[in-house]
């Protein structure tokens, strides 16, 4: 008995493998795939405080920390005291990072007039020559900055991304390690309530 080579189980299988061949060595691939996975549900960002007041214990304002701009400029967040400081950490070879970067742009435009509330997405590699292009390749925008000073003490965890939410006293109200889908509904509504 002669066994066929090109059954459809096999051709299954080969494409099964290449697919995930292709997602263990394509970040873009990877992000695709946590990007549905945003879309249909996971991945969802914390709708309330996630920092106590132990951890704030202490803060009389927000933690020293400078930015600088692609153009070059510098800013310390604790001038900007009275406003709502949404800060993203990320990268651009990091698949959760580019998952989540199509929300942050909808939130940013969402909310660009808004006085109350700034937004800094922070390339963790400092390298405006990888993060100012992967901004405009996708369309996107968001600003990009860098850190110019050491980064305040629990902002940055081991992982990326990780979004840091600083109210308009100064306090830490939100820390999220992970991508996740920053135009959901109450996540929305959580940070218009903040930002009145």
């Given at each position: 008995?002669?066994?066929?080579?090109?059954?459809?189980?096999?051709?299954?299988?080969?494409?099964?493998?290449?697919?995930m061949?292709?997602?263990?060595?394509?970040?873009?691939?990877?992000?695709?795939?946590?990007?549905?996975?945003?879309?249909?549900?996971?991945f969802?960002?914390?709708?309330?405080?996630?920092?106590?007041?132990?951890?704030?214990?202490?803060?009389?304002?927000?933690?020293?920390?400078?930015?600088?701009?692609?153009?070059?400029?510098?800013?310390?967040i604790?001038?900007?005291?009275?406003?709502?400081?949404f800060?993203?950490?990320?990268?651009?070879?990091c698949?959760?990072?580019?998952?989540?970067?199509?929300?942050?742009?909808?939130?940013?435009?969402?909310?660009?007039?808004?006085?109350?509330?700034?937004?800094?997405?922070?390339?963790?590699?400092?390298?405006?020559?990888?993060?100012?292009?992967?901004?405009?390749?996708?369309?996107?925008?968001?600003?990009?900055y860098?850190?110019?000073?050491?980064?305040?003490?629990?902002?940055?965890?081991?992982?990326?991304?990780?979004?840091?939410?600083?109210?308009?006293?100064?306090?830490?109200?939100?820390?999220?390690?992970?991508?996740?889908?920053?135009?959901?509904?109450?996540?929305?509504?959580?940070?218009?309530?903040?930002?009145?």
């Amino acid at each position: 008995m002669k066994m066929k080579l090109f059954t459809r189980p096999v051709i299954t299988n080969v494409i099964i493998g290449a697919l995930m061949v292709f997602l263990i060595v394509s970040p873009q691939a990877k992000a695709l795939m946590i990007e549905g996975f945003m879309k249909i549900g996971l991945f969802q960002p914390p709708t309330s405080s996630t920092v106590n007041e132990k951890e704030n214990a202490g803060n009389n304002g927000a933690p020293y920390l400078l930015l600088k701009s692609s153009d070059g400029k510098t800013l310390n967040i604790q001038d900007l005291k009275g406003k709502v400081v949404f800060i993203n950490f990320w990268a651009t070879w990091c698949p959760p990072c580019i998952a989540e970067m199509p929300s942050i742009n909808a939130l940013y435009k969402r909310f660009k007039n808004n006085p109350n509330i700034v937004f800094f997405p922070v390339d963790v590699d400092n390298n405006f020559s990888k993060s100012v292009p992967f901004m405009k390749k996708n369309a996107y925008a968001l600003p990009v900055y860098n850190a110019a000073s050491q980064l305040p003490e629990g902002f940055l965890g081991n992982a990326i991304p990780t979004t840091v939410i600083i109210d308009k006293t100064g306090k830490m109200v939100l820390r999220h390690e992970g991508g996740a889908d920053y135009t959901n509904k109450k996540f929305v509504e959580y940070l218009e309530g903040i930002c009145r």
